[in-house]
C-alpha cells in the first residue's frame, strides 16, 4: 500500500498561484495514474485532473482547465497541481490519489485505491 502526503495549500489571493504537491510513499507509484480530487464544504468530492503514468494522457474538469495544470516526476514518486488564478469557488479540500489500473486515466474517485489526507486551499481577497 502506498501512503500519500499533499502538502502546499493554504491561502490564495484571487489571481494568485499555488502549487500542490502529492508524495508517495511504501511503494513506487511511478506505474499509476495519479488524480486530483477536491471536496468543497457541504458538496461531493469531484476530479480536478487526472494523468497517466508517463504523463501523456491528462483529464482536466471544465472548471479548471486552462487555469490548473497537472504533472508528476516519477523519480520523485511525486504529483503535482499548479493552480493558476485561483477563483473563490476553487476553495475546497484537495486530495491526490492513485490507481493501479494506468489506462483509464479515470475521473472518477471509485477508481483510485490509494488517498492522502487531503490540503485545504482557499483562495480569497
Known amino acids: 500500500q502506498v501512503q500519500l502526503v499533499e502538502s502546499g495549500g493554504g491561502l490564495v489571493q484571487p489571481g494568485g498561484s499555488l502549487r500542490l504537491s502529492c508524495a508517495g510513499s511504501?511503494?513506487?507509484?511511478?506505474?499509476?495514474?495519479m488524480g486530483w480530487f477536491r471536496q468543497a464544504p457541504g458538496k461531493e468530492r469531484t476530479v480536478v485532473a487526472a494523468?497517466?503514468?508517463?504523463?501523456?494522457?491528462?483529464n482536466y474538469a471544465a472548471s479548471v482547465k486552462g487555469r490548473f495544470t497537472i504533472s508528476r516526476d516519477n523519480a520523485k514518486n511525486t504529483a503535482y497541481l499548479q493552480m493558476n488564478s485561483p477563483k473563490p469557488e476553487d476553495r475546497a479540500v484537495y486530495y491526490c490519489a492513485a490507481d493501479r489500473i494506468d489506462y483509464r486515466v479515470s475521473t472518477y474517485d471509485c477508481h483510485y485505491d490509494s488517498w492522502g489526507r487531503g490540503t485545504q486551499v482557499t483562495a480569497s481577497s
Open positions: 511504501g511503494r513506487s507509484v511511478s506505474s499509476d495514474a
Open positions: 494523468i497517466s503514468r508517463g504523463g501523456v494522457t491528462i
